[in-house]
């Protein structure tokens, strides 16, 4: 396959990819302060299967969607959505894909190791990015007296983590099955 298409097919992969964390987005659970969503799953997919770079532009490309209006993020949309404590999570999921891809592809057929030190790497970013953010959001745009350290790591890491490492398990199981199959539609 051309450079020029190898792009190509790429750029429509993260369209794809864009496509599904939108559609993660809707699928959740409500819990206070916070939604539980597969978008994290789909997420760490990115960032596995299409590398650091197609993985960070697959999620910038949800989150300027969400930005410009559309409402594909979990509350709606728009560009006062950076004013939500939770957009933290969406600088994250770009962060946490961007490394997660660099660590996963850095070799040719990564081990289920590997995988799992990527995808760990990558969702311990996410929550770190979005845990901090709750908590600046909280207490200095937010009203309503604000969050406590403690509160904003129970409901925003605690409670979540578990269940976001479980889906993203999935997600190494499914990346080290896909890897190999996109790879070789790539031709590489």
Same mark, same amino acid.
Request: hydrophobic residues 55%; positive net charge.
């Given at each position: 396959?051309?450079?020029?298409?190898?792009?190509?097919?790429?750029?429509?992969?993260? #369209?794809?990819?864009?496509?599904?964390?939108?559609?993660?987005?809707?699928?959740?659970?409500?819990?206070?302060?916070?939604?539980?969503?597969?978008?994290?799953?789909?997420?760490?997919?990115?960032?596995?299967?299409?590398?650091?770079?197609?993985?960070?532009?697959?999620?910038?490309?949800?989150?300027?969607?969400?930005?410009?209006?559309?409402?594909? *993020?979990?509350?709606?949309?728009?560009?006062?959505?950076?004013?939500?404590?939770?957009?933290?999570?969406?600088?994250?999921?770009?962060?946490?894909?961007?490394?997660?891809?660099?660590? #996963?592809?850095?070799?040719?057929?990564?081990?289920?190791?590997?995988?799992?030190?990527?995808?760990?790497?990558?969702?311990?970013?996410?929550?770190?990015?979005?845990?901090?953010?709750?908590?600046?959001?909280?207490?200095?745009?937010?009203?309503?007296?604000?969050?406590?350290?403690?509160?904003?790591?129970?409901?925003? *890491?605690?409670?979540?983590?578990?269940?976001?490492?479980?889906?993203?398990?999935? #997600?190494?199981?499914? #990346?080290?099955?896909?890897?190999?199959?996109?790879?070789?539609?790539?031709?590489?």
């Amino acid at each position: 396959m051309t450079k020029t298409k190898n792009k190509t097919v790429m750029i429509c992969i993260c #369209a794809v990819f864009a496509a599904l964390i939108a559609v993660g987005a809707f699928i959740r659970i409500p819990i206070p302060y916070i939604n539980v969503t597969l978008q994290v799953f789909f997420v760490a997919l990115a960032g596995m299967l299409l590398g650091g770079k197609y993985g960070a532009l697959s999620v910038c490309v949800y989150i300027l969607l969400g930005l410009i209006g559309i409402p594909i *993020f979990t509350e709606g949309g728009g560009f006062f959505y950076v004013l939500k404590p939770t957009f933290g999570y969406l600088i994250g999921f770009a962060v946490g894909a961007y490394f997660m891809g660099k660590i #996963a592809n850095n070799v040719s057929n990564p081990s289920f190791k590997r995988l799992f030190i990527a995808d760990t790497v990558g969702i311990l970013i996410m929550y770190a990015i979005g845990v901090v953010y709750f908590y600046i959001a909280s207490n200095l745009w937010v009203g309503g007296g604000g969050i406590s350290v403690g509160a904003c790591l129970l409901y925003c *890491f605690v409670l979540l983590f578990p269940k976001d490492f479980v889906v993203s398990i999935i #997600a190494i199981f499914l #990346a080290k099955r896909l890897i190999p199959v996109l790879r070789k539609y790539k031709g590489e």
